[in-house]
């Protein structure tokens, strides 16, 4: 299998967008007060509505996501804040857009969103977004990892495009910056690790630098629309393979893989696993790193 550190380059240019580093957070004293009728909107996919698999390994939706726990942190200091979950299984950044997978009152999660920024102009205390993540599923299906990278140079671009365009409509609805909050994502790849052949723990390496590239592709996009990023791929310790620790299931894992299986459920037995997405302790770190950003950790 060849490495990919040369393929990375290709794909971090590919959209002009990239970005060194993390999106530097809203200053906390840019933080409005908020009074009685405001609104926290969580838009995305099945990680903005809070997807974890039942006991027959059905993905289904709870309310132990992100946003829920996000939504309790935040209420803690707004008692009186609402939350409003568009988020959708399965959506893309093309679909979020055109409609096609959930039912909204309008065309698409978009323009439902854009209609609700639209009635509660100045009594929305915080937006949240994370897409993109679906649009690559076509890639990560295969296991060649050249073909990988030939598949992702032909998809990043149309979704890097199609987020800016979401961007754009919800900075027309609200352009104050700070109130929308975008997010990177944590990599289930790690969890290739398990499989303990020279092949799978070489793609569970190289998926780190794809994930990297993914990350700062989406922050250069957020960062042009003067949105912060949740830092989810550093919260998840995704570059970390030292040090290595003991687990009672698994025995000496990398900490990034021993964390990708204790924050989701990718390494979790069948039927209930593997399954990518995050377990209550998951998509309570990443509710962490949203609150941290939001107020300007």
Request: glycine content about 8%; hydrophobic content about 45%.
């Amino acid at each position: 299998m060849r490495r990919i550190a040369a393929s990375i380059a290709v794909l971090m240019a590919i959209g002009g967008l990239a970005v060194a580093g993390a999106v530097p957070a809203v200053a906390s004293p840019n933080v409005p007060q908020w009074s009685t009728g405001s609104y926290y909107l969580s838009l995305g996919d099945s990680l903005a509505q809070g997807v974890q698999p039942n006991s027959t390994g059905v993905s289904v939706e709870t309310d132990q996501g992100y946003p829920d726990q996000l939504f309790t942190a935040l209420r803690m200091t707004n008692p009186t804040l609402r939350l409003v979950k568009l988020g959708c299984p399965g959506e893309t950044t093309a679909s979020m857009i055109h409609g096609g997978i959930c039912t909204y009152g309008a065309k698409s999660q978009l323009a439902a969103a854009v209609r609700f920024l639209k009635r509660h102009s100045g009594h929305v205390q915080l937006v949240t977004i994370d897409i993109g993540a679906n649009d690559l599923n076509p890639c990560l299906v295969l296991t060649n990892i050249t073909q990988i990278v030939t598949c992702l140079e032909q998809v990043f671009p149309p979704m890097l495009k199609n987020l800016a365009h979401i961007m754009t409509e919800l900075r027309a609805v609200d352009p104050s910056p700070g109130v929308i909050i975008g997010m990177n994502y944590y990599n289930p790849i790690l969890a290739d690790w398990l499989e303990g052949t020279k092949a799978a723990r070489t793609l569970a390496r190289d998926s780190v630098a794809l994930a990297q590239a993914f990350a700062s592709d989406l922050a250069g996009v957020y960062t042009k629309f003067g949105a912060p990023t949740a830092d989810v791929l550093s919260a998840f310790r995704t570059t970390k393979f030292k040090p290595v620790v003991n687990t009672p299931a698994f025995g000496p894992l990398p900490l990034n893989v021993a964390l990708i299986c204790s924050y989701t459920w990718e390494c979790a037995a069948p039927p209930v696993g593997p399954n990518e997405h995050a377990n209550k302790l998951g998509y309570g770190v990443i509710a962490n790193t949203f609150l941290s950003t939001y107020y300007g950790g």
